[in-house]
């Protein structure tokens, strides 16, 4: 069955990294993982995207290990700003390419 | 660069009537995506294209969901006849072809059906 596992909510102070993981089994080998940020009455916003091992950027950094069964959006030093829902994509490979959001986590940051 | 274009932005009807959603990617992007985003939960892809081509429509529900992409840019996704659970945000992305993977979104049109 695909299907993708990310905690429904995380509590964090300014200033703390955060550590957020999406667990999905049976992802397209060839395909990448993607994570997105999605505040109130918004669209998603691409924050990065991996295929294996460690990607940084200049907002985030995501960690992928060699089995591909999971992934984990670290957030450095976490501001108010960042409080908005974070969500996983994927493609399943079900005899189809099935693109497949993550249920989102929320993120909570307080002062 | 100019972001995709949604609309309207809101919309109420009644249960078994029609509606229809406009998307205006953005300029030069091949692949476009139409999800459902019921509160509380992810997005759900219904449909994508590839230009004006169906590249995956498997969890479009196509007894009352339609969408078309005509010349390759602009897209509408229509909904006839409304239920009560078509209640949600529709959100239209893109991407381009070199970055695949990284989809730009729209606002949204939150729909509510009574």
């Known amino acids: 069955l695909a299907k993708t596992t990310q905690p429904i909510s995380m509590d964090s102070y300014e200033g703390q990294e955060v550590n957020i993981t999406c667990s999905h089994n049976?992802?397209?080998?060839?395909?990448?993982i993607t994570w997105y940020q999605q505040f109130p009455s918004q669209g998603p916003r691409f924050i990065i995207q991996?295929?294996?091992t460690k990607v940084k950027n200049e907002v985030a950094s995501l960690f992928i290990p060699a089995d591909r069964k999971s992934s984990t959006l670290s957030l450095p030093r976490v501001s108010l700003s960042d409080t908005a829902v974070y969500y996983c994509?994927?493609?399943?490979?079900?005899?189809?390419?099935?693109?497949?959001f993550g249920s989102g986590t929320r993120l909570q940051v307080q002062p | 660069e100019a972001g995709v274009a949604q609309s309207p932005r809101y919309k109420i009807i009644e249960k078994r009537q029609s509606v229809a959603f406009w998307c205006n990617p953005i300029?030069?992007?091949?692949?476009l995506y139409w999800y459902q985003q019921i509160l509380g939960q992810g997005p759900k892809l219904l449909i994508q294209?590839?230009?004006?081509?169906?590249?995956?429509d498997s969890q479009l529900p196509k007894d009352r969901f339609s969408a078309e992409r005509l010349k390759g840019v602009d897209s509408t996704l229509k909904i006839q006849p409304a239920k009560l659970e078509d209640s949600a945000v529709y959100l239209c992305?893109?991407?381009?072809?070199?970055?695949?993977?990284?989809?730009?979104f729209g606002p949204g049109t939150r729909l509510t059906v009574t």
């Open positions: 992305a893109s991407s381009g072809r070199d970055r695949a993977y990284e989809q730009y």
């Open positions: 049976n992802i397209a080998t060839n395909d990448y």
């Open positions: 991996g295929y294996k």
């Open positions: 994509l994927v493609a399943f490979d079900t005899g189809r390419r099935a693109l497949t």
């Open positions: 300029s030069g992007h091949a692949t």
């Open positions: 294209f590839q230009n004006n081509g169906v590249v995956d």
